[in-house]
């Protein structure tokens, strides 16, 4: 469960808008109290929103700056298996002359890439419904006063939030890989 509300990605823009009109209004009335101000709340909008997409990936899990910590969709780990062994399998078919097993490893990899690609939606997907859920759950049951709801919906936020961003580094991961790929001299 989350007791830092200073991660979430919604109040840092509020906190960077509000510190670019209170900079604006200081340079315009020649307060240099308001610019400074100003200017102290568009930095902490900064470092918040960092720590909004503050996550630590390990093979199968991810752990972020809330304390959550989910796992990923089997399709992921299972897809990155099959790149790998896919990989082996094309190199070693290539080492030893032989196109056929070559091919096999080439089919594997990208079944591999497939299926990965499928966790990560699938990830990316639920982390998202998690944290709408959450955060609507959460509202309502402040509103209630239900603070054991609100915890258990916040929690769910936390997890989702986590899910979705283990998603986000593993598909920039990728995307990076294959622009540097791609700039490589033939």
């Not at 470092?47 to 990936?57: C, D, F, I, L, Y």
């Not at 752990?63 to 990989?87: I, L, M, N």
């Not at 995307?175 to 490589?184: K, M």
Request: no cysteine.
């Amino acid at each position: 469960m989350s007791t830092n509300d200073n991660t979430s990605t919604l109040k840092s823009t509020i906190d960077s808008v509000t510190g670019a009109a209170q900079n604006v209004l200081g340079s315009i009335t020649g307060n240099t109290a308001d610019q400074t101000q100003g200017e102290a709340k568009q930095q902490k909008a900064d470092a918040e929103h960092g720590a909004s997409h503050a996550t630590a990936k390990i093979p199968g899990f991810t752990a972020s700056s809330s304390g959550a910590v989910t796992k990923d969709d089997p399709d992921r780990t299972a897809g990155a298996y099959a790149q790998t062994v896919g990989s082996a399998k094309e190199a070693f078919g290539g080492l030893v002359g032989s196109e056929s097993i070559k091919a096999a490893g080439r089919e594997q990899n990208q079944e591999g890439q497939r299926r990965e690609a499928k966790g990560q939606v699938n990830d990316y997907a639920s982390g998202l419904g998690d944290r709408v859920t959450g955060t609507l759950g959460s509202a309502v049951a402040g509103i209630t006063g239900n603070q054991k709801a609100e915890a258990d919906y916040q929690e769910q936020h936390d997890s989702g939030k986590t899910q979705q961003r283990g998603a986000e580094h593993d598909i920039k991961k990728q995307a990076d890989a294959e622009y540097d790929a791609s700039q490589r001299p033939v």
